[in-house]
């Protein structure tokens, strides 16, 4: 599972730790229960994720996008 150092915090309380522990478990088991992706699909994804700082900051400060 995760490795000492990011699994353990001895400042939390108990049901915190097991809590975070279970959204953990749920989040590795959504990944493993996902249907793969087409190419067409994966390549339809990376193209939306790479947009430009630019386009990011300019959709941004677009009043219809910010209200969303």
Request: with cysteine; proline share 3%.
């Amino acid at each position: 599972m995760r490795s000492n150092f990011l699994h353990h915090y001895p400042f939390r309380s108990k049901e915190v730790q097991e809590a975070s522990d279970q959204l953990y478990v749920n989040e590795r088991q959504a990944i493993i229960d996902c249907e793969d992706l087409s190419d067409a699909e994966l390549k339809k994804l990376l193209d939306k994720w790479a947009k430009t700082l630019t386009e990011r900051h300019d959709s941004a400060q677009d009043p219809i996008v910010s209200s969303l």
